[in-house]
């Protein structure tokens, strides 16, 4: 089983732009997004984060284990909140509406009555392009960004320096503890365990787990009591450490954070200002609903 | 632990939080790919033990990254993005366990360990309600679907596989401090 990092050069636009500015970028994007319901809006950031995955230069083949996740997960919460929604979330504007399909259920004693309208269907088409732009904003991340600049970004956006080390140290520390849970699954599967084939109950079944938690667990807090000694030994902590790799904004950097904040900046004046962009159905849909 | 020292971060919690993180994310990661077998709505995901030990034994800002960052690099590995809500959540998981790093004698006590218990369950509670109710904005679901979509699988599956698996990590540590004596 091989543990490797989904980071390659792939010599893409996006890795040229500096990490912090593709944090900001992300975050704000992810602000102005989370301001519209209308679909209208919706499908212009699920443009843009369609532009960015094609930038990046990954391929399906990569991806596509992150977009089925991404799908599943979005279809499926939001068919359960379309059949249950109630009170207390951005749903309550679907009270009412025109029906399509209505049944009464009797679950544990308790009647429900499911009601599939026009207006809950498209907010449930509305939330999976909303779901699916939030996530995919995020996807490429693990593909683009080098996991060595992970500690010196965040330690350059402000970050104390002690945190931004654990950071680059996390990072460091995976291959290392990846072959050791490698070792030792082999060694006790030699002895006969059998971690695909748990048998018993769910709380048998977790405890088998222990055979490979505890020891890969101990080795690693064992060697941690080395790696603190020999740091402590060159007087870590005593002043501010350099790092081996420098970040420095450039042109294009300052062009995509400035045009985050535009983004943000506008999505807020038309959002509050204008007071567009909530949730909006069209008026063939309602048409043909017989509205 | 003395009380003194619960929020602090020195050499060796750096160090700690490091190794947490990393186990858990690889954790997360290989047992995903062994495909463990799962019975209804829980889980077997035995990694999330992980940030609510690492809490217990090296206090709450340790949990805390452990959680957090340990849940961005099982992610990071898998392919799946980043779901900065969840790992928040996973960073309060770890968080709250560790609030009893303090003047623990032994890690295998029954009163050690009933404390943690209480705690895991505490923080799992707490852990998974706040990304499932930051869904709420984000996602557009209402309260009941943030509660039973989200909250409840994920709160039953962390703390079941966290209560059976945080005290064998414990007993087992307690040996190693006993040996290294730190």
Known sequence: ?291 | MDKKSLWKFGTREVVYAAIGAALYGVFSFLTNWIGLPAAGNIALRPAVAIPMFFGVAFGPIVGFITGFLGNVLGDFLSGYGFWWSWDLGNGLMGLIPGLMAVGIASYKAKATIIKAEILVVIGAAIGMLVPSLLEIPLSGIDLRTAIVGYWLPSFLSNTINGLILVPILMVAYDAVVSRSGR
């Not at chain 1, 089983?1 to 900001?24: F, H, N, Q």
């Not at chain 1, 519209?36 to 083949?61: M, N, S």
């Not at chain 1, 787990?209 to 005593?238: K, Q, Y």
């Open chain 1, 1 to 291: 089983m091989l543990v490797t990092w989904r980071y390659r050069p792939r010599g893409s636009v996006i890795e040229k732009v500096d990490p912090r500015a593709r944090w900001i970028y992300s975050f704000m994007v992810l602000l102005s997004l989370t301001q519209f319901w209308d679909i209208r809006f919706l499908l212009c950031f699920l443009g843009v984060v369609l532009v960015q995955y094609a930038l990046a230069r990954v391929t399906w083949a990569e991806t596509r284990r992150g977009w089925t996740f991404i799908l599943i997960f979005a279809v499926g919460i939001v068919a359960l909140n379309t059949l249950f929604t109630g009170r207390g979330g951005p749903g309550e504007v679907l009270q009412g509406g025109h029906v399509l399909w209505r049944t009464d259920w009797r679950v544990l004693g308790l009647a429900i009555h499911p009601t599939i309208t026009v207006e809950r269907v498209w907010f449930a088409v509305s939330q999976i392009v909303r779901m699916v732009s939030i996530s995919g904003l995020f996807l490429i991340i693990p593909y683009t960004m080098n996991p060595r600049h992970y500690g010196v970004t965040f330690r350059s956006m402000g970050v104390p320096d002690r945190f931004a080390f654990s950071m680059d140290l996390a990072f460091r520390f995976v291959p290392t503890l990846a072959r050791d849970f490698n070792t030792t699954l082999d060694a006790q599967k030699a002895r006969g365990y059998e971690v695909e084939k748990l048998e018993g109950g769910l709380i048998a079944q977790i405890r088998k787990m222990a055979p490979l938690v505890v020891p890969v667990t101990m080795n690693a807090i064992l060697s941690g009591e080395e790696i603190t000694n020999a740091m402590d030994l060159r007087c870590f902590g005593t002043r501010l450490r350099t790092w081996v790799h420098e970040l420095h904004y450039r042109r294009m950097d300052y062009v995509l954070m400035g045009a985050s904040v535009v983004v943000l900046v506008a999505s807020l004046v038309v959002r509050y200002g204008l007071k567009i962009g909530t949730f909006w159905v069209p008026g063939w849909a309602l048409a043909w609903a017989g509205g």
